[in-house]
T-cell receptor
Framework: DTAVSQTPKYLVTQMGNDKSIKCEQN?????MYWYKQDSKKFLKIMFS???????INETVPNRFSPKSPDKAHLNLHINSLELGDSAVYFC???????????FGPGTRLTVL | DAKTTQPPSMDCAEGRAANLPCNHS???????VYWYRQIHSQGPQYIIH???NNETNEMASLIITEDRKSSTLILPHATLRDTAVYYC?????????FGAGTTVTVRA
């Protein structure tokens, strides 16, 4: 009965490849988010979707594209992976914008 | 663009109260104070939030000064499982901006 789940947990890939990370929440929340935690452990928001519509798009390269097929899912597609994309990516969701956000376990992406 | 200042680390004895300070001297009237924590290799976990009044839930208490320029998160009876990085965040929207936080180590 995991609240926010992500797959895969670990992802190792070569530079230039395209990869996707999936996120699902079973909390019935309207808003979902993607965060990136870099090697210095700073956690920064990348995207936010509310009812399947994009409401935040921080200064993220357009190689990153979120896709929300429905309210319960927010997937992250990354094209032409670069070394600097190596990080832990966290998905989160909340009932209304802001308030208490529930985070997934994270996906550790390593680009070689 | 950090709006909060926290000590980088602190130790706490198991079973004792842990008091985590946070300075947010530039907080505006409609901004909330949120606390999250991140246990090693896990996603951040919401703890508590408040606007003006002190708040308490099953995890912790939040004490906000009258001028709202600082706050203290209190873990009443710290356990080894409370060892984590604790983040104090000030925001009035859904964009949570995590700083370096305070690394809290609870020792037996």
């Amino acid at each position: 009965d995991t609240a926010v789940s992500q797959t895969p947990k670990y992802l190792v890939t070569q530079m230039g490849n395209d990869k996707s990370i999936k996120c699902e929440q079973n909390l019935g929340h309207d808003t979902m988010y993607w965060y990136k935690q870099d090697s210095k452990k700073f956690l920064k928001i990348m995207f936010s979707y509310n009812n399947k519509e994009l409401i935040i798009n921080e200064t993220v390269p357009n190689r990153f594209s979120p896709k929300s097929p429905d309210k319960a899912h927010l997937n992250l597609h990354i094209n032409s992976l670069e070394l600097g994309d190596s990080a832990v990516y966290f998905c989160a969701s909340s009932q209304v914008r802001g308030l208490e956000q529930f985070f997934g376990p994270g996906t550790r992406l390593t680009v070689l | 663009d950090a709006k909060t200042t926290q000590p980088p680390s602190m130790d706490c004895a198991e079973g004792r109260a842990a008091n985590l300070p946070c300075n947010h001297s530039t907080i505006s009237g409609n901004e909330y104070v949120y606390w999250y924590r991140q246990i090693h290799s896990q996603g951040p976990q919401y703890i508590i939030h408040g606007l003006k009044n002190n708040e308490t839930n099953e995890m912790a208490s939040l004490i906000i000064t009258e001028d709202r320029k600082s706050s203290t998160l209190i873990l009443p009876h710290a356990t080894l499982r409370d060892t984590a990085v604790y983040y104090c965040i000030v925001t009035n929207d859904y964009k949570l901006s995590f700083g370096a936080g305070t690394t809290v180590t609870v020792r037996a």
